[in-house]
């Protein structure tokens, strides 16, 4: 409760004060989270508990802190991003290094393993994304699963899956074109350590909006920094890309006004990916 001016603060969003109660529950919400009942107005945590309001089940839709709906299984996109991942990963076991010389982020080179030059330069653009679902080692695809699902956790609650599923494409998108435009055409790159940074950078937005304490999550981003630029064979471009994306991204997610919150989100979205198109074209016409 803010002690200056006596008004309690909504559960689902501190910075908002009302002097709304859930009809069931009691507990503050704010003229976001409230939904018109039989009697007063309820949560989105008893709606969704299957308290009922008399309304179409679409009405009234109670919303994330991104304006996205509020589902009943609110991490699927991220069990989904995870089944995708373990799939890939029991194929390259399977089929072995020629699968993963198919998918792996490269610049411009030849592969040995198919005997000709490959690379994105070479119009193979869907490196761009296939690498960031391959994994070739037990404790790279353990560390991105784990982080996928303790972060992603964290963050699609937040912003619902249709933004969520974006800020993954983007951020994913964004650390391999760091790592195409930086890295040296032959390097190979690959991992869904991307989207799991730009996770991490959505998380530092959400704890800052939701005026949490930033000492442990700046501590945790520091330690992950510290750990990209001093472990060997780390593609760092791919993290620092990942990062920066997924916090810019969130940061106009989360801060767009309400009034024109779609237009200010898709076209936050739509630009990342215009730069990002724009940073593979020049890195492709200077390549070939």
């Not at 695809?141 to 992603?152: D, T, Y």
């Not at 619902?160 to 074109?177: H, N």
């Not at 949490?212 to 990209?228: G, I, K, N, Q, W």
Request: hydrophobic share 45%; net charge neutral; aromatic share 8%.
């Amino acid at each position: 409760m803010d002690p200056h001016s006596g008004l309690p603060r909504c559960y689902r969003h501190p910075e908002a004060e009302t002097g709304i109660r859930c009809a069931r529950c009691d507990r503050p919400i704010c003229h976001q989270c409230m939904i018109s009942a039989s009697v007063g107005f309820q949560c989105p945590d008893c709606v969704r508990g299957g308290s009922g309001t008399g309304h179409a089940a679409d009405a009234n839709q109670p919303r994330t802190l991104a304006g996205g709906k509020v589902a009943a299984d609110d991490r699927l996109v991220t069990k989904i991003l995870i089944g995708i991942n373990l799939v890939v990963y029991l194929l390259v076991l399977v089929l072995g290094d020629r699968f993963v010389d198919e998918l792996v982020l490269i610049g411009y080179a030849f592969s040995p393993g198919l005997g000709e030059v490959v690379g994105v330069a070479d119009g193979e653009w869907y490196r761009l994304l296939s690498s960031t679902v391959l994994q070739q080692e037990v404790w790279h695809i353990l560390f991105n699963v784990l982080g996928l699902w303790v972060i992603g956790g964290i963050v699609e609650p937040e912003l619902g899956r249709i933004r969520y599923a974006a800020l993954c494409v983007l951020s994913g998108l964004s650390g391999s074109v760091l790592a195409y435009l930086v890295a040296e055409p032959n390097q190979p790159s690959l991992g869904a350590s991307g989207v799991v940074y730009g996770l991490i950078g959505a998380w530092v937005v959400l704890a800052r909006r939701r005026r949490h304490d930033m000492r442990p999550v700046v501590l945790f981003v520091a330690l992950s920094l510290l750990m990209t630029f001093t472990r060997p064979g780390i593609s760092w471009e791919a993290h620092v890309g990942g990062l920066v994306a997924g916090a810019l991204v969130t940061y106009a997610l989360v801060h767009a006004p309400r009034t024109r919150r779609d237009l200010v989100q898709y076209g936050a979205c739509g630009l990342v990916l215009l730069i990002d198109l724009g940073m593979v074209f020049a890195r492709s016409a200077a390549l070939t």
